[in-house]
């Protein structure tokens, strides 16, 4: 691992460009297993969030919709299906290889509408006022700053447009809280070690979240930053926050 061993969880305090590239080549180790360890650390719930937040983007045929931070597309895909006919989705990517992944499944399973480029979500090179809905999956804690960002997503979005956004959160009740820390760094790590996964992935996965605002912090983000109709829906137990927001 070299320089992305991380064991005393320090890179989730890297900021901008430095944690960008940590987290570039962090995924890109993992892209290979990635599917397979999220089926088993969400203990299969990951659809059924992917489900929601398609729900929540309230996007329907000819939408047209931009997922950053993709990963190895999998809420994409799904994103496509809500879309068609008629609609596209836009998904990207900082990591090449998780990039490959999903390019593979798609080969395999052509879907209209949706394409894979790499790009960060700070910088998407689309045109203004493009989209019905950005959507973003557990990339938030990974980005290098925050506000850029937003102020991405609100310069792509048509007025109106949603800004749905899933990623970790902290549960508000101290045993909650607590047994979610345990999860997340006791179990989280160890079921990627058994599955063959890399075990510093999921160390910056635990202490990210721990640096990660809660879900009143977010929000007032969100509204600082311009979105309007900002709210959030607690997943277990609040361990998980679907955010969203709109485009004045």
């Not at 061993?5 to 890179?11: A, E, L, R, T």
């Not at 989705?89 to 990039?99: K, N, R, Y």
């Amino acid at each position: 691992m070299g320089e992305l061993s991380d064991p005393k969880g320090q890179k989730a305090e890297l900021t901008g460009r430095e944690k960008e590239a940590y987290v570039a080549g962090l995924f890109g180790e993992i892209a290979a297993p990635y599917d397979r360890l999220n089926r088993a650390i969400s203990l299969g719930r990951d659809r059924a969030w992917r489900r929601q937040v398609v729900e929540l983007a309230l996007v329907g045929p000819g939408s047209w919709v931009a997922d950053l931070g993709t990963g190895t597309g999998d809420l994409a895909f799904d994103l496509a299906a809500a879309v068609q006919p008629g609609g596209r989705v836009i998904a990207s990517d900082l990591t090449p290889a998780m990039l490959s992944v999903a390019e593979q499944k798609l080969a395999r399973t052509p879907v209209p509408g949706l394409s894979f480029h790499h790009a960060n979500a700070a910088n998407t090179g689309l045109q203004d006022s493009t989209c019905d809905a950005v959507t973003m999956g557990w990339v938030l804690r990974n980005v290098g700053e925050r506000p850029p960002v937003y102020a991405e997503v609100l310069r792509i979005l048509k007025p109106g447009g949603r800004f749905v956004c899933i990623d970790m959160s902290r549960p508000e009740g101290w045993f909650a809280r607590t047994g979610f820390w345990f999860y997340r760094h006791l179990f989280m790590p160890m079921m990627a070690r058994l599955l063959g996964g890399n075990l510093s992935a999921y160390r910056y996965l635990a202490h990210s979240t721990d640096r990660f605002p809660d879900a009143a912090a977010l929000e007032a983000e969100l509204r600082t930053a311009g979105f309007t109709s900002v709210r959030s829906l607690p997943l277990m137990l609040g361990s998980l926050r679907i955010h969203c927001g709109c485009r004045p």
